[in-house]
């Protein structure tokens, strides 16, 4: 059979499995039974096996049920909802406890508590009450918006309608999981892989009658926007919730010490098989709520909480190829194509092999039997080889050492501050000139932390550049529609409804466009700090023109690695020609001007030492709160050095040359009036 045929074969397959999917998940009416229905998916399956050119987005090796997202309306959270970081170890708890001091500035032998809550593996839900009355729900979305699903959630009986506590806030958006107990899962029809899928298919439904059938659950564990709330830490938050009628997890403890987090962790993993719902970890939340104020966020999670993942997942299979892909920073990614297995409910068909020297070191090779292990939410990863099994004509993995997408060498950076050559290789050309780069950067440029284009997708981003509709950023904003009308799976309304998204979208801040750009080592972070130092678009485009990529320096935060790739991306002609194009389609919102009305206006600070009771990041907050600036070296444009003790010498003797004014905690506290 010719490689058309098969790939012709295969998409029919796809079309009809999405037709059941489509019925079965949005419709509620299946049109297949069980058997004519697996026999299709072990089909598409076994073809992917067999001929490893077929790939879809759609693949029941992909994707589980099928998302009816047009179906509800979005809405934005008050307060977002933020992801989690991921603890794995002793060590990680041991550093995020570390952090948390050092950015309390609290003593080494201060007990922090903590309320230790298994994670349920389901659908996380925000329920907003006003006057105790359940008012709207909406699911976590991007964490920003979420999709109103108020009708499927009032369903569910867990979930109070009214709440008549005294106690009760005048508004609150409750927080929570929806799940299915495993039990009654097994009483569901076998469409699901797990739990959660479930869970998440007929939270989904679009009607509301749909959803009333499952045994969905309910567990509240936080709050977002609160207004009226008298608690003071989040066990006395647990105990309320179950006063006002919610259901809460009966396995949370308040515990401090990080031996003794391990100690309860390994005791809930030994129960975990026996629980009547699935957890994937431990979450710890600084129990303190004045504590977790002071912590804050960064970037799109908590510093005051973290989840510890359980032990992982393991199987065994078949290495049938290693592909290279090329990333948005032209690294050099080996993935293993591997006989697709299920591990934890999750069906795996590709492991990251993370770099050459990774093959090297393990001497992974095509062919190979391997232990593959899935931890938590990390990708799956080749664990070990099993050399017994290898054939004899095996031969080694030789990296590519020119870049499979355009041909350009591949090299290995020299990093200066470890001293050490990279791991990763990575193509050299820059810009736009290599075509998977060009890609993965379009992907990055609509993606939710940067311009969040609903409708357009990674699988249209890869469609539309091969049809050649998008090359650079702006030929987003510059689409011809009625070209896309025209092509299959595309109709007036998703046409209409792409178009409508795309031009919601031109109107944006500058800390999202300078992210969206994907300038290598610039995160959501660096962005902010960048919008701040540059204010416009036009400065920050111009900046190629001033050179004063010196001046970044100052900003605290950013540093020699972050500025070289500013260089490098302004060095680029096309780069520049991209900016030209964008400024012609683009509303760019200028940064938030910092408060002019503060105690410190227009003066800038710098820390060296270690202060009393207060963190060098809180000094920095405080400082920025009241209309003041860091600053990271010492030069002509800081008006004040605040020392600690043990201060950086070279930086006092230059502070006195320039006749900068040291002052030391104390009197820094009584410029914001904090004492008398």
């Not at 178009?499 to 979208?505: A, E, G, R």
Request: net charge positive; glycine share 6%.
């Amino acid at each position: 059979m010719k490689k058309k045929e098969i790939q012709k074969k295969y998409n029919n397959k796809i079309k009809l499995i999405n037709k059941y999917n489509d019925n079965y998940y949005n419709k509620s009416n299946p049109i297949v039974d069980d058997k004519t229905y697996d026999n299709l998916k072990k089909e598409i399956l076994q073809l992917e096996i067999d001929y490893n050119f077929l790939k879809s987005e759609n693949s029941p090796s992909k994707v589980v049920g099928h998302k009816p997202s047009k179906n509800f309306k979005k809405s934005s959270h008050k307060v977002p909802m933020l992801s989690l970081g991921n603890a794995f170890s002793e060590e990680d708890l041991d550093n995020f406890e570390k952090k948390i001091k050092n950015f309390l500035s609290l003593n080494e032998k201060k007990v922090i508590y903590y309320n230790a809550e298994p994670k349920i593996d389901g659908i996380s839900a925000s329920l907003t009450y006003k006057k105790g009355k359940f008012y709207k729900g909406l699911s976590r979305g991007d964490g920003k918006e979420g999709e109103d699903i108020t009708e499927n959630l009032a369903t569910i009986n867990d979930i109070p309608k009214v709440i008549s506590s005294k106690d009760f806030p005048d508004e609150i958006d409750i927080r929570g999981e929806v799940f299915i107990q495993n039990s009654d899962f097994k009483n569901l029809n076998d469409k699901f892989a797990n739990p959660r899928n479930a869970a998440s298919g007929s939270l989904r439904q679009k009607n509301p009658n749909d959803t009333q059938k499952i045994p969905l659950k309910f567990i509240a564990y936080t709050f977002g926007y609160e207004k009226g709330l008298s608690v003071k830490n989040q066990s006395d938050f647990i105990n309320k919730l179950s006063e006002w009628g919610f259901k809460i997890n009966p396995l949370n403890k308040l515990i401090s010490g990080v031996k003794n987090l391990i100690e309860n962790y390994n005791d809930i993993e030994k129960k975990r098989v026996k629980l009547d719902f699935d957890i994937d970890g431990i979450v710890y939340k600084v129990n303190d709520f004045a504590m977790q104020k002071r912590l804050g966020n960064v970037a799109n999670a908590p510093r005051w909480a973290i989840a510890h993942k359980f032990s992982s997942n393991k199987a065994i299979s078949k290495i049938l190829d290693i592909e290279i892909q090329v990333g948005r920073t032209g690294a050099l990614t080996p993935v293993a194509k591997i006989k697709p297995i299920n591990i934890g409910g999750v069906v795996v068909s590709n492991a990251t092999l993370h770099n050459e020297d990774e093959i090297n070191r393990k001497d992974i090779r095509i062919g190979d039997t391997a232990v593959i292990e899935r931890a938590g939410d990390v990708i799956p990863h080749i664990l070990s080889i099993d050399i017994k099994k290898r054939s004899k004509d095996s031969k080694k993995f030789v990296f590519p050492k020119k870049c499979p997408s355009c041909g350009s060498e591949t090299i290995k950076e020299f990093n200066i501050l470890t001293k050490k050559t990279d791991a990763v290789r990575r193509c050299s050309s820059e810009g736009y000139y290599c075509e998977k780069i060009s890609i993965e950067k379009l992907k990055h440029f609509v993606s939710k932390e940067a311009f969040n284009i609903d409708g357009l997708g990674k699988k249209i981003i890869e469609d539309f550049w091969k049809l050649k509709f998008i090359k650079f950023p702006q030929d987003i904003f510059q689409l011809e529609y009625d070209k896309i009308e025209k092509l299959e799976g595309w109709g007036k309304l998703s046409v209409e409804n792409l178009k409508y998204s795309i031009n919601q979208k031109k109107n944006i801040s500058l800390e999202k466009l300078i992210y969206s750009l994907g300038i290598r080592h610039i995160g959501l972070e660096n962005a902010k700090l960048l919008s701040k130092h540059f204010v416009s678009f036009l400065k920050f485009k111009n900046l190629f023109k001033t050179n004063k990529y010196g001046d970044l320096l100052n900003i605290d935060g950013i540093g020699e690695t972050q500025v070289n790739s500013i260089k490098r991306f302004f060095g680029n002609e096309i780069n520049l020609k991209v900016l030209d194009e964008l400024e012609k389609v683009l509303i760019v919102k200028n940064a938030s001007p910092i408060k002019i009305d503060g105690l410190l206006n227009n003066k800038s600070f710098l820390v060296t030492g270690k202060l009393n009771g207060i963190s060098r990041a809180e000094v920095k907050s405080l400082i920025e709160e009241n209309s003041g600036t860091t600053v990271s070296t010492v030069s002509k444009k800081l008006n004040y050095l605040i020392i600690g003790e043990k201060p950086t010498k070279k930086k006092v003797d230059n502070a006195r040359q320039l006749k900068i004014k040291i002052i030391d905690q104390v009197e820094f506290l009584k410029m914001l009036n904090k004492i008398s």
